[in-house]
């Protein structure tokens, strides 16, 4: 999940944690004529992230672009075709299978989200027949974000927690709400637990069986999948992932991926996003309808430059060219995406988080390239 895409620490389920990264030697860049081979290098060699790869899409031609290693223990270099963490990239795909449920006639956008989950959002002045399905999409909940509390603990007491998404809702419902519902934007990644539960109320079948039928399955999307509880290895190939916490980066690829769940658990490859993102804004999953309102933006006051729609964040280019995506965040992994609406797309990926500072600037900055290069 994530907490924001420019200017803080992207880090685990999306909060913000005040972390200090090891500095470790790093070798020096190499020369190169391709703006986003240069862009890479600077993520690891410079920055000090072990590995980072992007893959770009365009009309059916792929390319893909690595830098650095995929394992500090081994060197072997950052795979090809790596299958990682995706993060709150997850939302989109939750989003798009909320908004098919809207078009099939069984999910009403502006309908509470007491009339599907009946008593579970009560307590403390949160109140479930005042939020909307639209307000959880959009972040427009006042709902608490419950990876404030989680994260609060050491994360290898995380490593083999799991969580059911009611026990996840419940710790935000001992808080009460940031603002009513409508009234305000906050990232809060307890709207999206409360999504995936209601797509598994709607359609009486999990989440993760949801998101392969509905999309992965039609786009061909053969290295997307969610992970359930106890599910804690990356199939292969993978990068391994790590964290900083003040001392040599520690391995932290097996891990229980359900305390994130519908809020950040995917995972994904560049090439499946590269297809997903391409595939969603050219309306091959979404009926028009339906696409214009998960394109309906609100401010996101917290995240200078852009815009929230439903699970889709719109941000321009240094050229000023609009771009529609996510990224996200979670124990090991970086992840960008998007697509312009030309039908490019781009997917970057670092396998190290939390990471030193400079490194999430050079990531946006070798997303931007990537995105943008012709």
């Known amino acids: 999940m994530r907490k924001s895409l420019r200017g803080k620490q992207i880090v685990a389920c999306g909060t913000l944690v005040a972390l200090l990264a090891a500095t470790t030697a790093a070798p020096a860049l190499a020369v190169t004529t391709n703006p986003l081979q240069r862009a890479l290098d600077r993520v690891t060699a410079q920055g000090g992230a072990p590995g980072a790869e992007a893959v770009v899409t365009d009309h059916g031609r792929v390319t893909e672009t690595r830098s650095g290693t995929g394992d500090l223990t081994t060197g072997k270099p950052y795979p090809h075709d790596a299958k990682f963490r995706v993060g709150s990239v997850t939302k989109t795909f939750v989003a798009t299978v909320v908004l098919q449920l809207v078009a099939d006639g069984k999910v009403q956008l502006d309908a509470p989200i007491e009339r599907y989950l009946p008593g579970l959002v009560a307590g403390n002045g949160n109140d479930g027949r005042q939020i909307t399905v639209r307000n959880l999409l959009q972040h427009t909940s006042g709902l608490y974000n419950y990876t404030d509390d989680v ?6 007491s995380l490593r083999h927690r799991g969580a059911e998404p009611g026990e996840l809702v419940a710790i935000a419902l001992q808080h009460p709400p940031l603002f009513a519902p409508g009234r305000g934007w906050s990232y809060s990644n307890t709207d999206y637990i409360v999504a995936g539960m209601l797509v598994e109320k709607v359609t009486g079948r999990s989440l993760a069986t949801e998101i392969d039928r509905r999309i992965a399955r ?3 999307l053969r290295d997307t999948s969610l992970p359930g509880r106890g599910d804690e290895h990356l199939p292969a190939p993978h990068p391994r992932g790590y964290l900083s916490l003040g ?27 590269d297809t997903f993102f391409s595939a969603l804004l050219a309306g091959r999953l979404l009926p028009a309808a339906q696409l214009a309102q998960m394109r309906r933006t609100v401010p996101a006051p917290t995240e200078p430059g852009a815009d929230y729609g439903l699970g889709l964040i719109r941000r321009t280019l240094p050229d000023g060219t609009p771009y529609w995506g996510h990224d996200g965040g979670i124990f090991g992994f970086a992840t960008l995406a998007g697509a312009l609406d030309s039908g490019r797309a781009a997917a970057v990926s670092v396998n190290e988080l939390p990471a030193p500072d400079g490194v999430q600037q050079n990531t946006e900055t070798a997303f931007e390239i990537a995105l943008a290069r012709k």
């Open 218 to 220: 039609p786009l061909g």
């Open 151 to 156: 994260l609060t603990a050491d994360p290898e």
């Open 247 to 273: 001392g040599p980066p520690a391995d932290f690829t097996d891990f229980d991926p359900s305390t994130a769940g519908a809020a950040g658990g995917l995972v994904s490859s560049g090439r499946d996003l």
